[in-house]
């Protein structure tokens, strides 16, 4: 059984990576209903909530159907971060995790996220200021390093565990690689097998079916499993892995009707959270991928984004079920590069 603290999550957690523009309530009620175990907010900068800053206070919403949930914070500085914390602490959630691991220039050049791992002692103090400023397990995301000649997540793990961090998951990339070449786990199984680690370690990076996730579990021995881009416009994703390790054969792809049936839950709670108009807003981003694959699709998905009838969209989405009778459409991971996920 691993557990975080007092959270208990199973022999072999699936984790939702926090992504930003992509891992709201509205996306992630769809993970949680088909199988994710832990989810995280999408990041929230610390300047931002010690500000009040609207985007990052709303960020902080969670609600009851997501635990076990993790607020995740980022920033560059050590005691805004404990600040941070408490702030979050008091929405509630399950735990916090501190982001050391996102690569996009605004974030790194501003000195947090990945840039952490180019100055482990300050690391290491912010992870201590944000452990003592709250009561809830506090969780760390980070990459293997800066770059090749810097790939120190070894250290980092030892040093993170024993200033009271509960678990770490480490995406298999440097921040210079980004999102590019292949992830390489062998530094996060090597962490794993340190005697001297004894919080749950997970792996992040390129898993997108549940055959990868099996080879990855039963060849670096990790302790759970962070999705990301594959769960995009794909929530199905963690219930097919759980299939697969359960009964070794592959759940059928989702018919377009559980497609349609899944946007527009995603669409209604959407509305629910932040209103019609800014709901039918931000839910144009998802329709290409929950349909990629689809031929001639891209009529549809303009009527759907141009629309801000929410009658209208429903019918436009009920209409695609008939319009595409009879195809089978294969899953497809999507490889688009959100600036959240790290």
């Known amino acids: 059984m691993v557990k975080i603290g007092n959270i208990s999550l199973g022999e072999f957690p699936l984790l939702l990576a926090p992504m930003e523009d992509v891992s709201d309530p509205p996306f992630r009620l769809v993970c949680k209903e088909n199988g994710a175990d832990l989810m995280y907010t999408e990041f929230i900068s610390s300047e931002g909530l010690i500000r009040h800053a609207a985007k990052s206070v709303q960020k902080l919403d969670i609600f009851e159907y997501e635990r076990p949930i993790g607020i995740q914070l980022f920033g560059s500085d050590v005691e805004t971060m404990g600040e941070c914390a408490k702030i979050a602490t008091n929405a509630h959630p399950d735990l916090i995790d501190i982001n050391y691991?996102?690569?996009?220039?605004?974030?790194?050049?501003?000195?947090?996220?990945?840039?952490?791992?180019?100055?482990?002692?300050?690391m290491v103090e912010m992870t201590s200021a944000v452990v003592q400023a709250t009561h809830l397990p506090v969780t760390v995301k980070t990459r293997l390093g800066w770059n090749d000649e810097t790939k120190n997540v070894e250290e980092v793990a030892e040093r993170l565990q024993d200033v009271g961090i509960q678990a770490l998951t480490v995406h298999g990339r440097t921040r210079a690689q980004m999102y590019k070449g292949e992830a390489d786990w062998t530094l996060i199984a090597k962490i794993k097998e340190n005697p001297r680690i004894k919080i749950p370690i997970f792996g992040n990076g390129d898993i997108d079916s549940p055959e990868k996730a099996l080879e990855y579990r039963n060849r670096f021995g990790i302790d759970g499993i962070m999705i990301g881009r594959a769960a995009i416009g794909y929530p199905w994703i963690f219930n097919e892995i759980k299939h697969y390790f359960a009964t070794g054969e592959k759940l059928p792809a989702p018919s377009i009707e559980q497609r349609v049936e899944a946007a527009r839950k995603h669409l209604t709670f959407s509305i629910k959270w932040k209103g019609e108009r800014l709901g039918i807003l931000e839910m144009r981003r998802h329709y290409s991928n929950y349909f990629k694959g689809l031929p001639n699709f891209k009529e549809h998905r303009m009527r759907l984004v141009q629309s801000l009838d929410i009658n209208e969209i429903m019918d436009i989405l009920n209409q695609i079920p008939v319009i595409f009778e009879g195809f089978v459409l294969e899953k497809q991971v999507i490889k688009v590069e959100y600036a959240g996920v790290d």
């Open 101 to 122: 691991g996102c690569p996009v220039k605004n974030v790194a050049c501003r000195g947090a996220g990945a840039a952490l791992l180019q100055d482990i002692p300050k």
